[in-house]
């Protein structure tokens, strides 16, 4: 038993407990797919949505995105956390209020080089009222939701 214990304490040393750096907080559909299979890039690119396709996948962050070309899967694969939407794709302005609020692919925006999600468009107007006031918020209720609710 004095081993068992031993060895448990040992391998909990080794692994550390888990904390928020080590969680992860994604708003994914069924399948695992973050932004409701739109392409990340293409916000940026193209300045608006663009359905994705399951052949051009990539996994980051315990998210899968899929991209409309190859061009785009390679342009996220080289820099993803600049095209990752912020706050594990849930509602900016939902996490300035510490909630975590689905989005419409729609109501989206770029604040800062960040893509932000939001509810709906009318959500994205209140955000729009104060966009570094909400986007402070956000950045400071974002951890203690992913330590809350992370896996």
Known sequence: MKRWLALVVFLV????????????LQNL?????????????????VGGPVKG????????????????SAKNKATFDA???K???????YCAYGVGRKALVDIKID????VDGRLLMQKNQSIRD????DPAGNLKKA?????????????
């Open 126 to 129: 209140d955000f729009n009222e």
């Open 79 to 81: 820099n993803p956390a």
């Open 83 to 89: 095209y990752e939407p912020q706050f594990g794709g």
């Open 53 to 68: 396709q399951a052949q051009f996948s990539s996994d980051y962050r315990g998210a899968k995105y899929w991209f409309h």
């Open 139 to 151: 950045d400071g209720n974002w951890p203690a939701l992913v330590e809350k609710k992370g896996k």
């Open 13 to 24: 040393g080794l692994v550390g407990p888990v904390s928020a750096a080590d969680k992860i």
């Open 29 to 45: 559909n069924q399948e695992g797919v973050a932004l409701q299979g739109y392409d990340p890039v293409a916000f940026f690119t």
């Open 107 to 110: 109501a989206w925006q770029i």
